[in-house]
């Protein structure tokens, strides 16, 4: 269950290019947290009263929770200046995550979006590959995703790998062979990039769970802030959109109007 | 420790302490439940609620500004079948008044809305008269005082339960706009709505919220707040349910020493899903420390 509290930091780690790791120690939000899931983190500047949502990287062990995470702004740039020893607020886990369907898992990563698939590689059993999307070769993760199997490149700028985007290089290993036979997408990253994954496995016939971002003020469900659009009306709102924090962020591709 | 009464009255309800929640940061408690004991607040007050479901704005619907937010939710709602269906039972479980913010995009809407609510189990109706008039071209009905007023009576007359009224602090003379709902025969009023902002992202030159406009809430707006509720109490005789970037007890009792008899705390619950039950806590603990018998006593004393 979801809880709100104050935690130690136990490791921080500046991996480039404005990537940033931090790892805190939670053991009972650890127990329950699932890959997919994220957790609401707080500024100590209680003048940004708003929660900053980052999802779950891995869990590491031992009661600790990893997060990956850009600095883009105020937030996260507090974040960056902590050290381990001292504390952060945090709110989690939250969010369904990523369902396990027994079949073969092909993750699509795009820049921040890559963390989350981490402890999904890790638990989905049968992973097919990741390919993972950068800017450029100032790459992050990548050994962690080697570990657990075989990972494709792509960057906006070509400097390493297939030049272009996930799509791009998902659509180039098909043409050399990379089979998609009994698959299921998992998917995380920039609108552009997620709507991309939803026309490719609708032109494929295939299954696609897509975490979507969207800008939050509660995190837990009540506020109406991080809706999406739905195709058919959602059983809580009544209406034609669901909450990105409580019945996402994880959609079956299928379920979701990016238009 | 001294004995306190904290419990106070708003339209013949009485609430075991002054503090509620503000509508549409809380849901209907569901959510909210997982981390405050619903049984700890003098009343949940629930997201406005229409006679039909609403779909609300487009995103992005919220933006973080300094101190306080902006939002656009647009009123996004189940319609009044859903919510007496699935949250006022949910709510009645607790032992916790029961207030349902009310809002439409006609007279005929809210009249009807209210009318729907008239055998339900709940203790109070509060009137969000700030929602966009759609027949009037959108200007909101809370800023005329012949409208307010009109809407007042015809839901007064409709409603079963006391009808708060809920003002938008857009406006030039709060005092003259709780005149006109008191003399609509209002039970009360609450006060206040966000104040209309924007925000714009010089790096994208966009807008934040979808909406281009949204209501500015949080502590950046508590010192107007208490200014206006202040006014407010000094115009009228009904009680006042003052909220505006309450976050604290001593938040709280600023709005009670204006002149309101409860309190609603709103965006300070997305910081702290316990903020409300704190600041009810921090409201008993001032009365024992500053040997005060009776909340109602501080009611309106800093005149
Ligand atoms: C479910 C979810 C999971 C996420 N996981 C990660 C992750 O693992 N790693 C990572 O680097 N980023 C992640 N993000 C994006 C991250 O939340 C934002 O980058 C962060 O909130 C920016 O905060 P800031 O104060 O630095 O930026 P500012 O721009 O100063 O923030 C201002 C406000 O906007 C909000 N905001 C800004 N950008 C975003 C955004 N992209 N999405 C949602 N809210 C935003 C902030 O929370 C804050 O309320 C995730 C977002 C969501 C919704
Ligand atoms: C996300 C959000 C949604 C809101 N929805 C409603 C609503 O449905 N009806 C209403 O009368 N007021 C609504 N409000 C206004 C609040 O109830 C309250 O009047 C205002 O936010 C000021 O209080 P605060 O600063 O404590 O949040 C909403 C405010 C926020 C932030
Ligand atoms: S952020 Fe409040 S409902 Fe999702």
Sequence with gaps: ?259 | MSQVNTEVSIAGVTLKNPVTVASGTFGSGQEFSAFVDLNRLGAVTTKGVAVEPWAGNPTPRVAETPSGMLNAIGLQNPGIDTFLKRDVPFLRKFDTKIIVNVCGHSEDEYVECVRRLADADVDLLEINISCPNVKAGGITFGTVPEVAQRITRRCREAARQPVIMKLSPNVTSIAEMAKAVEAGGADGISLINTLTGMKINVRTRTFALANKTGGLSGPAIHPVAVRMVYEAAHAVKIPIIGMGGIATAEDALEMILAGATCVSVGTANFRDPAASVRVADGIREYLEQTHTADIKDLIGAVK
Aim: charged share 20%.
């Design chain 1, 1 to 259: 269950m979801a809880l709100q509290t104050r935690v130690k930091i136990t490791k921080t780690a500046d991996l480039g290019e404005g990537i940033f790791e931090l790892v805190f120690s939670c053991p009972v939000m650890a127990e329950s947290a699932r890959p997919g899931q994220f957790v609401n983190v707080y500024c100590d500047d209680a003048s940004r009263m708003l929660p900053r949502p980052i999802s779950i990287c891995e869990l590491p062990g031992d009661g600790q929770i990893r997060l990956v995470y850009r600095v883009v702004g105020a937030g996260t740039k507090e974040l960056a200046g902590k050290h381990p020893g001292d504390g952060i607020t945090v709110l989690g886990p939250l969010g369904n995550g990523y369902p396990f369907e027994g079949k073969r898992a092909v993750l699509l990563g795009g820049g921040v979006g890559i963390p989350p698939l981490l402890e999904l590689e890790k638990q989905i059993g049968i992973p097919a590959a990741a390919f993972l999307g950068y800017r450029s070769d100032k790459t992050f993760l990548l050994d962690d995703f080697r570990k657990y199997g075989a990972v494709y490149v792509s960057s906006d700028d070509g400097s390493i790998g297939v030049k272009g985007t996930v799509i791009t290089a998902l659509e180039r290993a098909v043409s050399d062979g990379f089979s998609l036979e009994g698959a299921v997408l998992y998917a995380c990253g920039p609108g552009p990039m997620l709507k991309g994954v939803k026309a490719f496995t609708e032109n494929n016939g295939l299954t696609a769970y897509i975490s979507l971002e969207e800008r939050m003020a509660c995190g837990i469900g009540a506020c109406l802030g991080c809706v999406c659009k739905t195709m058919e009306v959602n059983g809580h709102s009544g209406v034609k959109n669901a909450r990105v924090c409580k019945d996402g962020p994880v959609f079956d591709a299928r379920e979701v109007d990016l238009s």
